[in-house]
């Protein structure tokens, strides 16, 4: 259909003003008019299709900047270990067991999503595990990712007792010096099967799996992403396993959404080896910043601050590089014109980020992001001068914000300052990183305008967005983190026509119900991409 009206709704543009229209057109995959009824009516060709949405509330189609959406779908395919599902020790072993009980000896056993901090008799080790099955290796990914559990059959293969802790991870140890099971950051990849080498640059996350599973999981979890409104996200993690896996998809014409790959930092001398640089390729598949880790998770106890953390002041956090090792990496990819994302939470690692975003700074305006960005304190307005974007999950303060009370203290109101950030005139950019939360956008935009943790603290309360606020970080200003801004992200004539249709008015709807918002349809380039089916 080459011209299409969409006419009789309540439509949100995200444009700099920010203002509001009650129709657009679409020719060719691309806004063409937008504005009044009358105005959008009387700008297109005689005979054009209009579809009435009902006064429903319209945004542009939403972006999530940092997502892990491959590492996702896959997930789903796993066994579900996510709070509150497995809420003992006992529910954890319990579903193991089945497992072990249904599938060949020997074989792997996955499971993600285990957030130990919420187990009242936690946190699990290798013994349990082994209480489960001694018959197969068994894998748990922590919630965030960033390390795994594992029980005594999946160390044998890999470790003996004496093993050494690698550069950036931790294998830990029981009272007695015994490894207990867990592998820290960049320690997984001395113990999970994994397809590609790393090194120190990461946690690990790319595990063994037939290439046919891969592009598979792409089309189930396109559908999920349009039915939850998303049109593009940046995939916060690639490696040729990735890469790959995105490139037959797309080629098939499965990838149902737009992707922007992040390549991770342990390809940065095959990159500069071939001169390719982000940001490249087209609207459905392209290569964006290049990714590179300062430290460790905030859900998982290893990110860096320069006052430790937790409970007993125990946690002082996992640095992957030293500081000069991450300023030359960081100068060597400024030099070859790439944008850099940097993963940093504590505010030890956040200035050690800027340090080395500075070192390397080329000129002009880098645009660089900060992934995560959780902790910033006193680095704030140097963040806001060197024109660095900060990318964060407000998610977080729901699904961990408890936690972080308890482990922080008042620091803890003190994450995500996204109000403050705004005022300093940064972008302020909002996602998921998913798989450590969902994935569904309204999760996170009423996280970032409620504040309020799973039990119903309040959490950094001054620091709350509006809704419009809220869903410009999840879209034009999303957009912005990758250099997308001029053809992406807002209802504007001549931008590729990605919106959404909202079921209820998130604009003017009771604040605690956003996060239940329905999606009605989403429409990627001018095709309905998704639909929904209720009444
Ligand atoms: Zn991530």
Same mark, same amino acid.
């Not at 806004?31 to 700008?43: E, H, K, T």
């Given at each position: 259909?080459?011209?299409?009206?969409?006419?009789?709704?309540?439509?949100?543009?995200?444009?700099?003003?920010?203002?509001?229209?009650?129709?657009? %057109?679409?020719? *060719?995959?691309?806004?063409?008019? $937008?504005?009044?009824? #009358?105005?959008?009516?009387? @700008?297109?060709?005689?005979?054009?299709?209009?579809?009435?949405?009902?006064?429903?509330? $319209?945004?542009?189609?939403?972006?999530?900047?940092?997502?892990?959406?491959?590492?996702? %779908? /896959?997930?789903?395919?796993?066994? #579900?270990?996510?709070?509150?599902?497995?809420?003992?020790?006992?529910?954890?072993?319990?579903?193991?067991?089945?497992?072990?009980?249904?599938?060949?000896?020997?074989?792997?056993?996955?499971? =993600?999503?285990?957030?130990?901090?919420?187990? +009242?008799?936690?946190?699990?080790?290798?013994?349990?595990? #082994?209480?489960?099955?001694?018959?197969?290796?068994?894998?748990?990914?922590?919630?965030?990712?960033? /390390?795994?559990?594992?029980?005594?059959?999946?160390?044998?293969?890999?470790?003996?007792?004496?093993?050494?802790?690698?550069?950036?991870? &931790?294998?830990?140890?029981?009272?007695?010096?015994?490894l207990n099971g867990w592998c820290l950051d960049s320690a997984m990849q001395l113990i999970l099967p994994v397809a590609v080498d790393v090194g120190h640059h990461g946690p690990n996350i790319h595990f063994e799996a037939p290439a046919e599973d891969l592009v598979a999981a792409l089309s189930s979890g396109s559908r999920e992403y349009l039915a939850a409104g998303i049109t593009t996200v940046c995939d916060a993690q690639v490696s040729r396993r990735e890469l790959s896996a995105y490139r037959e998809a797309r080629r098939r014409g499965t990838l149902g959404i737009r992707v922007v790959c992040m390549p991770l930092s342990h390809q940065l001398d095959a990159f500069l080896a071939t001169g390719v640089a982000g940001p490249l390729g087209d609207?459905?598949?392209?290569?964006?910043?290049?990714?590179?880790?300062?430290?460790?998770?905030?859900?998982?106890?290893?990110?860096?601050?320069?006052?430790?953390?937790?409970?007993?002041?125990?946690?002082?956090?996992?640095?992957?590089?030293?500081?000069?090792?991450?300023?030359?990496?960081?100068?060597?990819? !400024? @030099?070859?014109?790439? !944008?850099?994302?940097?993963?940093? &939470?504590?505010?030890?690692?956040?200035?050690?980020?800027?340090?080395?975003?500075?070192?390397?700074?080329?000129?002009?305006?880098?645009? /660089?992001?900060?992934?995560?960005?959780?902790? +910033?304190?006193? &680095?704030?307005?140097?963040?806001?001068?060197?024109?660095?974007?900060?990318? %964060?999950?407000?998610?977080?303060?729901?699904? =961990?914000?408890?936690?972080?009370?308890?482990?922080?203290?008042?620091?803890?109101?003190?994450?995500?300052?996204?109000?403050?950030?705004?005022?300093?005139?940064?972008?302020?950019?909002?996602?998921?990183?998913?798989?450590?939360?969902?994935?569904?956008?309204?999760? /996170?935009?009423?996280? @970032?305008?409620?504040?309020?943790?799973?039990?119903? !603290?309040?959490?950094?309360?001054? &620091?709350?967005?509006?809704?419009?606020?809220?869903?410009?970080?999840?879209?034009?200003?999303?957009?912005?983190?990758?250099?997308?801004?001029?053809?992406?992200?807002?209802?504007?004539?001549?931008?590729?026509? *990605? =919106?959404?249709? =909202?079921?209820?008015?998130?604009?003017?709807?009771? +604040?605690?119900?956003?996060?239940?918002?329905?999606?009605?349809?989403? $429409?990627?380039?001018?095709?309905?991409?998704? !639909? %929904?089916?209720?009444?």
């Amino acid at each position: 259909m080459a011209y299409q009206v969409f006419d009789h709704a309540r439509v949100y543009t995200a444009d700099a003003s920010g203002s509001w229209a009650e129709a657009v %057109s679409v020719e *060719d995959g691309r806004f063409a008019a $937008v504005g009044s009824s #009358d105005a959008v009516r009387a @700008a297109a060709p005689p005979g054009a299709p209009v579809t009435d949405l009902g006064g429903r509330a $319209v945004a542009p189609g939403l972006i999530d900047a940092h997502n892990h959406f491959l590492q996702t %779908s /896959h997930c789903l395919t796993w066994i #579900d270990a996510r709070y509150p599902g497995v809420a003992t020790v006992a529910d954890l072993v319990a579903l193991i067991a089945r497992a072990a009980a249904s599938g060949p000896a020997g074989s792997w056993i996955q499971a =993600f999503g285990l957030d130990p901090a919420k187990l +009242p008799d936690g946190p699990p080790t290798r013994l349990d595990l #082994d209480r489960a099955t001694a018959d197969h290796p068994v894998l748990v990914r922590h919630v965030s990712g960033h /390390h795994a559990l594992v029980n005594s059959a999946a160390l044998r293969r890999r470790v003996s007792e004496d093993a050494a802790d690698p550069q950036g991870g &931790q294998l830990m140890r029981d009272s007695g010096g015994r490894l207990n099971g867990w592998c820290l950051d960049s320690a997984m990849q001395l113990i999970l099967p994994v397809a590609v080498d790393v090194g120190h640059h990461g946690p690990n996350i790319h595990f063994e799996a037939p290439a046919e599973d891969l592009v598979a999981a792409l089309s189930s979890g396109s559908r999920e992403y349009l039915a939850a409104g998303i049109t593009t996200v940046c995939d916060a993690q690639v490696s040729r396993r990735e890469l790959s896996a995105y490139r037959e998809a797309r080629r098939r014409g499965t990838l149902g959404i737009r992707v922007v790959c992040m390549p991770l930092s342990h390809q940065l001398d095959a990159f500069l080896a071939t001169g390719v640089a982000g940001p490249l390729g087209d609207d459905r598949l392209a290569i964006g910043p290049m990714k590179f880790y300062a430290d460790g998770a905030l859900s998982g106890n290893t990110a860096c601050f320069r006052t430790p953390y937790g409970p007993a002041g125990e946690f002082a956090g996992i640095l992957y590089h030293e500081p000069d090792e991450l300023s030359s990496l960081i100068t060597r990819a !400024q @030099a070859e014109g790439w !944008q850099v994302g940097i993963h940093a &939470q504590g505010d030890r690692a956040i200035e050690m980020s800027l340090d080395a975003i500075e070192a390397g700074a080329t000129g002009g305006s880098g645009r /660089h992001r900060i992934e995560h960005a959780g902790y +910033p304190a006193d &680095q704030l307005e140097r963040i806001g001068r060197l024109g660095v974007i900060p990318v %964060s999950q407000p998610g977080y303060l729901y699904d =961990f914000g408890d936690t972080f009370l308890t482990a922080l203290g008042e620091r803890a109101h003190d994450l995500l300052p996204l109000r403050a950030e705004l005022e300093l005139g940064i972008t302020v950019v909002l996602s998921s990183d998913s798989f450590v939360t969902t994935y569904k956008p309204m999760h /996170h935009i009423s996280a @970032a305008v409620n504040r309020r943790t799973r039990t119903g !603290q309040s959490i950094g309360a001054d &620091q709350a967005l509006t809704v419009e606020e809220a869903i410009r970080g999840y879209t034009i200003d999303a957009a912005r983190s990758f250099y997308a801004e001029d053809r992406l992200g807002s209802i504007e004539p001549g931008k590729l026509a *990605d =919106f959404v249709v =909202f079921e209820s008015d998130p604009f003017a709807g009771s +604040p605690a119900d956003l996060a239940g918002t329905g999606i009605r349809m989403t $429409v990627l380039g001018g095709d309905t991409a998704y !639909q %929904s089916t209720s009444e």
